[in-house]
């Protein structure tokens, strides 16, 4: 007896966007636009063999990347904790996913790369 097929395909993955946004806790720190690198994961409603090579019947990561930017510009957020919170459920809102994830980096400390706040949303 053949076993069904159960296919999984890929997460999709934006990759170390810059951004720039005025973020921070004290006033100082939110005088400037800092620059902030997010990562987007997400898996997309449809099987990749169901899209039919048609750009309107998946999540377009151009305009992922583009709603990224444009939420995190005109965000006012003190924690980076609330920004990757209220940036995943915007895009969730917006976008046909089943699965998000969402990693923003700040570069603030010294003596360290960055850090970093990470949410997921199963939808």
Do not use: C
């Amino acid at each position: 007896m053949a076993v069904p097929r159960q296919d999984e395909d890929e997460i999709f993955e934006i990759f170390d966007q810059k951004v720039s946004a005025h973020i921070g806790v004290t006033d100082e720190e939110r005088a400037s636009p800092q620059t902030l690198s997010v990562t987007v994961r997400f898996r997309i409603t449809r099987r990749f063999a169901d899209l039919e090579d048609d750009l309107s019947r998946t999540a377009d990561y151009s305009a992922i990347a583009a709603e990224v930017s444009a939420f995190v510009g005109a965000s006012k957020y003190r924690l980076i904790e609330t920004l990757v919170s209220e940036l995943a459920d915007h895009l969730v809102s917006k976008f046909p996913l089943t699965y998000l994830e969402v990693e923003v980096k700040k570069f603030i400390l010294p003596e360290t790369g960055f850090v970093s706040v990470r949410t997921v949303r199963r939808v």
